[in-house]
């Protein structure tokens, strides 16, 4: 089964859809990978919902991903007794002491934020509802002028956008789930509160090449160390929601643009996260305005566009799924489309995989061929005919499930397990065959391979081949796909 689209879509698992059926049901819609939550799932829910995906992998014979996101830090402010409100100009602290707060206090259980926080930095209260502006501070009280009031209660959620904390990413609770989601064998792991490249680089020790990082981008200091961020992750989240918070909201799109075109640039997929059609919760349709939205994210290339509460927890979960594929579909089609793409062609590479990946999509194009054909171990080949957004289709053989399942987050990869090459005549054959099967061409076709010899060796990619597909080709794939090579079932 092959998607009529290039872009990637990632669903989120939740109540709404926690059985086969509505899994079932969101991957035939569209998804292409899917989310975990650990911030609302168990161990067991995790389990559970992986053997379930597995399942219908096997079924469809097709890879799935499958993404589990870690909650991270939660800074929140202590008890109070009842809900207060801060008046605009107020002074109110935030200390250690565990007394409940009342309209001048509040406890605050972060003793890393008094060693970080210093005079002129914000504190967003209540998801940003709230502006505290600091005007002192020591190692056990925290003073500040409210500049933006309202209600105020108990373990109510606390942003610093201008505080680099001296914290980890990981929790107890996201160290214990991450071991757990690594060794179940899940392809990516989601990491929260990213600040700095060093985070990114404790996760990856831990997980230890078992699953793949996803670092989700929500502060302000993650912006502005973003090069080295995207440099060490294997792929990027914009947490539009959480990062709406922390960053003025007008400054939001900019960013999101920025990031994408710096992940294509490094060949790291990109993620468009939060509230892409948030309607859809309780509404069939989408709003014009999330239309758009999605849109945009497309036209500019990103590699995966999600959905967070609208196939979690909404009324119209598979309907949203479908909604966000058809609107993909359409953009790709559009006459502007491959002309936006191209516009924000990245930079050359400069090693020689890297040259022989361009060369390819460039032979493609000028050559008039019907796609390109790569032979990735670990998926990096693949990747990097991804970065430059070819118009001809990109058909990915591997013999790893792991690199399939990981690939089916990037943009334009459709990805078909097979043995490695015995020969350079069974590379060209195996090819033709399995682009034949997968609809990528019939008979007469033109293709250009890309391989490396000697085959099954990660990283040596240093041979292309331009081929024609001939009529045994097609028959055999037509009269007995099985014989192509290994599969998910």
Known sequence: MRRSRRVKILATLGPASSDRAAIEKLFYAGADVFRINMSHASHEDLRERR???RAIERDANHPIGILCDLQGPKLRVGLFD??????????????????????????????????????????????GKLRLTVTG??????????????????????????????????????????????????????????????????????????????SKIEKPSAVEDIERIIDESDAIMVARGDLGVELPLQRVPGVQKRLTRLCRQQGKPVVIATQMLESMITAPVPTRAEVSDVATAVFEGADAVMLSAESAAGKYTSE??????????????????????????????????????????????????????????????????????????????????????????????????TEDPKSISDMVTRACRLAARVGMATQDNKLIISAGLPFGSPGATNMLRVVTVDAQAVKIANSSPETTGPDFR
Request: charged residues 25%; contains cysteine; negative net charge.
């Open 51 to 53: 053997e379930t995906i």
């Open 82 to 127: 009842e809900a207060v409100i801060l008046e605009e100009g107020a002074t109110f602290v935030l200390d250690r002491s565990e007394e409940p707060g009342d309209i001048a206090r509040v406890f605050l259980p972060h003793p890393e934020i008094f060693k970080s926080i210093d005079v002129g930095h914000q504190l967003l209260l209540n998801d």
């Open 137 to 214: 501070h020591s190692d056990d009280r925290i003073e500040t002028v409210v500049n933006v009031g309202g209600e105020l209660s108990s373990r109510k959620g606390v942003s610093l956008p201008d505080t680099l904390l001296k914290l980890s990413p990981l929790t107890e609770r996201d160290r214990e789930n991450l071991e757990y989601a690594a060794n179940l064998g899940v392809d990516w792991i989601a990491l929260s509160f990213v600040q700095r490249a060093e985070d990114v680089a404790e996760a990856k020790q831990l997980i230890d090449g078992r699953a793949s990082v996803l």
């Open 320 to 417: 949203a799924v479908a909604t966000m594929d058809a609107i993909a579909q359409e953009v790709e089609q559009d006459p502007l489309y491959t002309q936006i793409i191209h516009a924000q062609r990245p930079a050359p590479e400069s090693s020689a995989t890297g040259a022989i990946s361009a060369a390819a999509v460039a032979i493609a194009m000028d050559a008039g061929l019907t796609a390109i054909v790569c032979y990735t171990s670990t998926g990096a080949t693949a990747l990097r005919v991804a970065r430059h957004r070819p118009q001809k289709p990109i058909l990915a053989l591997t013999t790893s499930k792991a690199a399939a399942r990981k690939l089916a987050l990037a943009w334009g990869l459709h990805c078909v397990l």
